[in-house]
């Protein structure tokens, strides 16, 4: 056993080394000691209750501000700081504080830190969206069997959807929506939802679609067969505009014909050149073809003023079916030389078997007004003329009357 050999005067080195050491391991442990007294006064002052009555707001935001050591920014306008409030707080619970404290106040804070930023309360902007509804289902043709690639979608919007392999489809739409299911070649359904969600869809084929026919010199046949130049207007484009006879119809319905009116005579025929003019001393007229009968020349014949009337402006365009343009040799050859301007091929309405009966009627009406008359002397004032010119020119000899004159005839409003 070594012992302290302290008579000589001289301490060892490991002694002072390890007074050293028992110097700091107090310092330290005093350090702890007072860094945890000071914690838990602080989590004692924190947890204290504070009741605060009858204050105005900027008292009760100082004394928060005092008791937990946060700090308030705000703009004035942000909220009425003379307003009396009570309140009963933690200081350690400063989110518990603001709540009751702005509760009642159109105000919003945010904590940052240290900091508490108060602001006004800003409503939500955003619309508010209908719940949605899952809507599923199957969509078949008339044979029951499933359609691939339908489209299914929510009526005026773009929301949609397009049916597997099984004809199958789901959808979330809003309430009181109305689905449109269309294909190609299938006649198009619009189905209100209600309060069903399982909804199947049966698509009937849209034959006019398919069987579109036109008539030709050699009869009727399908527009997908036909290879000749050929145009062809509808009944609805016929009376889209008032008209009053087939070749006026057809003005600006079609392309490669060119119609113009050769007077505004009641019944007076038009010109029509189909592709432009083939003969310089020749007839350029097309030849018309009604139910199967041809008529050449539109069966023109001299009307008034040797105007020339066509029998076309006997046809009411109101009952034409339709009409076809054939513009070249190839479906013009039926008719030879004669449709060397183009054949005009017009099929009127007929009653159709087993239909009902159904009747339209169409009124069209017009007005004129002259837009501007001719100032004209009254009979008293051209007589004062007539003789202020014979004083002139014939030394007073042929002077009128004024006291004789006939009566007098307004001419323009009696002809117009």
Not at 120 to 149: A, K, M, N
Not at 225 to 237: F, R
Not at 323 to 351: F, H, P
């Amino acid at each position: 056993m070594n012992l302290l050999n302290l008579s000589n005067g001289r301490t060892p080195r490991t002694f002072i080394s390890i007074i050293r050491i028992m110097k700091l391991i107090t310092i330290l442990s005093f350090a702890l000691i007072l860094q945890v007294y000071a914690a838990n006064g602080y989590a004692q002052s924190q947890e204290s209750s504070i009741e605060l009555k009858n204050v105005s707001v900027r008292d009760a935001l100082e004394r928060i501000e005092k008791e937990t050591g946060y700090t308030f920014l705000f703009a004035e306008r942000t909220l009425d700081t003379r307003r009396t409030v009570s309140l009963t707080f933690k200081a350690g619970k400063i989110k518990e504080a603001l709540d009751d404290l702005f509760g009642e106040m159109n105000v919003e804070y945010r904590i940052v830190d240290r900091q508490v930023i108060l602001s006004p309360h800003q409503p939500s902007t955003l619309p508010q969206q209908d719940p949605l509804r899952r809507i599923s289902g199957t969509v078949t043709d008339s044979h029951g069997e499933p359609i691939i690639g339908a489209n299914v979608i929510e009526k005026g919007t773009t929301n949609g959807a397009v049916t597997d392999i099984d004809g199958k489809y789901t959808l979330n739409v809003r309430e009181g929506a109305v689905l449109q299911i269309s294909y190609i070649g299938y006649v198009s359904k619009d189905i209100a939802i209600g309060r069903q969600s399982s909804i199947a869809v049966q698509l009937s084929e849209d034959t006019r679609a398919i069987d579109e026919v036109v008539v030709i010199g050699y009869g009727i046949v399908k527009k997908s067969d036909l290879t000749g130049s050929i145009s062809s207007v509808s009944s609805e484009a016929i009376n889209t505009g008032a008209s009053n006879s087939p070749d006026q119809a057809l003005r600006g319905k079609t392309s490669g014909i060119f119609i113009s009116a050769t007077s505004g005579q009641p019944g007076a025929g038009a010109v029509v050149r189909i592709r432009g003019t083939s003969s310089i001393l020749g007839s350029n007229t097309p030849l018309y073809v009604i139910d199967g009968i041809p008529i050449t020349g539109g069966g023109a014949a001299e009307g008034l003023e040797g105007k020339s009337i066509t029998a076309l402006t006997t046809i009411n365009p109101s009952d034409i079916e339709s009409m076809e343009i054939l513009k070249d040799a190839s479906a013009t050859a039926i008719y030879g030389s004669r449709g060397a301007n183009g054949v005009i091929m017009i099929t009127t309405k007929r009653g159709k078997f087993a239909s009902r009966f159904n009747a339209n009627v169409n009124i069209v009406y017009g007005t004129q007004e002259v837009d501007h008359k001719i100032q004209l002397t009254t009979p008293q004032e051209w007589t004062e003329l007539w003789n202020e010119s014979m004083d002139y020119k014939n030394f007073g000899l042929g002077k009128y009357d004024i006291a004789n004159l006939p009566a007098q005839t307004d001419w323009q409003k009696a002809l117009l």
